[in-house]
């Protein structure tokens, strides 16, 4: 209640200091009919109560959490992702998202006063610390983005190894960038290019469309592409889910080695066993694993600097820094016609050489920024190349923890039946005893 | 050789890790206690027309609204008619609004009320920059909250050459212009929900 009064005492001050009433060009007439003007019509938000949100979300993990690990039922799975398509993508419109909640979170790391309502934050934390837990059960049926694709992939093809590991290094320059644009105030980039959420909300712009509408067409054959090569939300829960404590396994007893389910995985995320008789000797692995160590400064150095000269042209991102562009090449007489911005700029108060001196002063921090995002990209370029050079061993088909989605394909193609329990073991002595 | 229930490095580290990013979460959530929306400033507007074309809604969550209450009820209506329109009447040729969504009503001579249709009006800005240059600035732009999907960058805040839109609070979903405040100060909303919420209770 204090705080109410406080507030009230704070506006009607506010109101006073601005006793100048307006000069209005027509006198406001004064009715003689004794008509009322009417009400305005202000309605506010009506926004379903963050906890629904947050329970749906946590229910649905759990869910997703038990199908994979307990049940092992890939149709469940499917059906989780056909409610989460309805539910977060089409009756939420895609929004919030975990995806998109990791640049408010990011944002709030880097500005102090820019503050993250609860439901963002549990968006972006609860599919992580399911992560830890259970592998990337979210991206398995809960994330919208996920299920419509997951629901396009008619007919997947496996990449190649090499294609796959050189186009999974876009999700962390995804993630950079993100990162890049939010510490220079260029905004959001990955609700900018959301490529689905225009299916989600019905009503989009043409280019959203389009690569919503490549993207589809394309995972009919390479099961979903922006999970596997985009997604820059995939990078963290990919981290988290290397820890994962249960994770999906293919087989739910010891594996036999037939190799059935070598091919089911459309997202390549099968470890094949290692040979033992090894291609590479084990001195020859060290010393290229020492090779790559010692190369690793000089790889991360190079990004950094290649970042850092490029600058320039990444600061273009930032809409002043373009604005100041072009108002500088209209006063140059270089365009004959001005743009409704550079109007606006003109009907400012600003001065061309403020403006001028706010963007060289973006460009300022471009430059520190895309040097840390070029060696952020050059340790991960070292950090694949050194998980490549590692030989580990491995005797039995499993699931890459990192790259796994727990789609829950696998299971199907595995002939080794589990455990049998007691009660099972009950039921085939009577049936056989029925038998004879 | 210890019997101990051994806890597992890697237990410890999963569990420490999730208290850590909650205990994170609660410090850096607690700062965002006040949602908020996005709204835009009628001072700062220059009826550029991208709230209409920039939304990621079809139409536009934007729209225009009247303040009543400073609106001169004139007969030769800025908003209303094109400039240089042939007659003062209602006939769709000396219409402004493209889509025909001002509805004008005769109240008493010599005044009329202007009207907005909300599911007719597409945000154009036409009438307010009619309104601003011929009027007294009664109608204006706002962003609808029963439409607004509330993005997380809104795309026209993003687009807007006069910087117009910000986030503001719940509280002061919109910008309203009064007799009082003249045409700059936000106005509390006293909207048709809020009104058992806070305002009259005290």
Redesign the interface.
């Known amino acids: 209640m204090k705080s109410r009064y406080f507030a009230a005492a704070a506006l009607l001050l506010f109101v006073l200091a601005y006793e100048a009433k307006a000069q209005f060009r027509f006198p406001m007439p004064e009715f003689e009919s004794g008509y009322k003007h009417p009400e305005m019509n202000t309605p506010l938000p009506a926004r379903i109560p963050a906890a629904v949100d947050i329970t749906v979300l946590f229910v649905a993990l759990a869910v997703t959490a038990w199908a994979v690990l307990k049940s092992r039922s890939r149709s469940m799975v499917f059906l989780i992702a056909i409610f989460s398509l309805l539910y977060f993508g089409f009756y939420r419109k895609g929004c919030v998202c975990p995806v998109g909640s990791l640049q408010n979170v990011v944002n709030a790391i880097i500005d102090r006063s820019f503050g993250v309502p609860i439901i963002v934050m549990a968006f972006f934390l609860l599919p992580l610390v399911f992560a830890v837990y259970f592998g990337r059960v979210f991206c398995a049926a809960v994330c919208p983005l996920g299920a419509i694709q997951e629901m396009c992939a008619i007919s997947p093809i496996q990449l190649s190894r090499p294609v796959e590991i050189t186009l999974g290094l876009l999700p962390y320059a995804y993630l950079g960038l993100t990162v890049l644009s939010l510490a220079t105030g260029t905004g959001f980039l990955i609700c900018r290019y959301d490529p689905f959420i225009g299916f989600f909300r019905q009503g989009a712009s043409f280019n959203m469309f389009l690569t919503g509408g490549v993207l589809l067409l394309m995972g009919i054959f390479v099961a979903r592409p922006y999970c596997r090569f985009l997604c820059p939300y995939g990078v963290l829960l990919r981290w988290a889910s290397l820890f994962s404590k249960w994770h999906a396994s293919i087989t739910p007893a010891e594996c036999i080695q037939c190799r059935l389910c070598e091919s089911s995985c459309p997202y390549g995320a099968i470890v094949v066993p290692t040979p033992d008789d090894r291609s590479v000797d084990r001195r020859t692995g060290a010393r290229r694993l020492g090779l790559l160590l010692l190369l690793t400064p000089v790889i991360v150095g190079t990004t950094a600097w290649t970042g850092m000269t490029a600058h320039k042209l990444v600061a273009r991102l930032h809409p002043t820094v373009r604005l100041a562009e072009r108002v500088a090449a209209e006063e140059q007489g270089r365009f004959a016609e001005t743009t409704i911005d550079t109007d606006a700029f003109h009907a400012g108060k600003q001065m061309p050489a403020e403006l001028y001196a706010d963007a060289n002063a973006i460009k300022q921090q471009f430059k520190y920024a895309s040097a840390w995002f070029g060696a952020f990209m050059g340790l991960v370029i070292c950090g694949k190349l050194i998980r490549l050079s590692v030989i580990r061993k491995s005797s039995d088909y499993e699931a890459d923890r990192g790259a796994c989605l727990s789609c829950a394909r696998c299971f199907a193609y595995c002939p080794v039946v589990g455990p049998i329990s007691q009660s099972d073991l009950r039921q085939e002595c009577l049936d056989k005893h029925a038998q004879s | 050789m210890s019997e101990k229930p051994k806890i597992g490095r890697?237990?410890f580290?999963?569990v420490a890790?999730?208290v850590a990013?909650?205990g994170g979460?609660w410090a850096?959530?607690r700062?965002?206690?006040?949602?908020t929306?996005w709204q835009l400033d009628p001072a700062k507007c220059?009826q550029?027309g991208?709230c209409s074309t920039n939304c990621?809604?079809?139409p536009s969550a934007v729209k225009c609204?009247?303040?009543?209450?400073?609106?001169?009820?004139?007969d030769l209506c800025g908003a209303y008619l094109q400039p240089g329109a042939k007659a003062r009447d209602t006939g769709a040729e000396n219409e402004l609004c493209p889509v025909g969504a001002i509805t004008r009503t005769y109240?008493?001579d010599p005044?009329y009320?202007y009207?907005i249709d909300?599911k007719l009006c597409v945000g154009c800005g036409k009438c307010v920059k009619g309104c601003n240059v011929?009027?007294?600035g009664s109608l204006y732009l706002?962003v609808?909250?029963?439409l607004?999907?509330?993005?997380?960058?809104c795309?026209i805040a993003?687009n807007c050459?006069?910087k117009a839109y910000e986030r503001v609070p719940?509280?002061t979903?919109?910008l309203?212009k009064t007799?009082?405040?003249?045409?700059?100060?936000p106005k509390?909303?006293l909207?048709?929900?809020?009104d058992s919420g806070?305002g009259k209770q005290?």
Do not use: W
């Open positions: 890697r237990d580290m999963r890790a999730t990013a909650g979460a850096v959530a700062r965002g206690d006040e949602a929306v220059v550029c991208r990621v809604l079809n609204v009247h303040s009543f209450q400073i609106c001169g009820y004139c109240i008493e005044f009320q009207t909300e011929f009027g007294n706002q609808k909250h029963d607004c999907v509330g993005c997380n960058e795309l993003r050459p006069a719940v509280r979903a919109y309203l007799r009082d405040n003249g045409v700059l100060v509390l909303n909207g048709t929900r809020l806070t005290g």
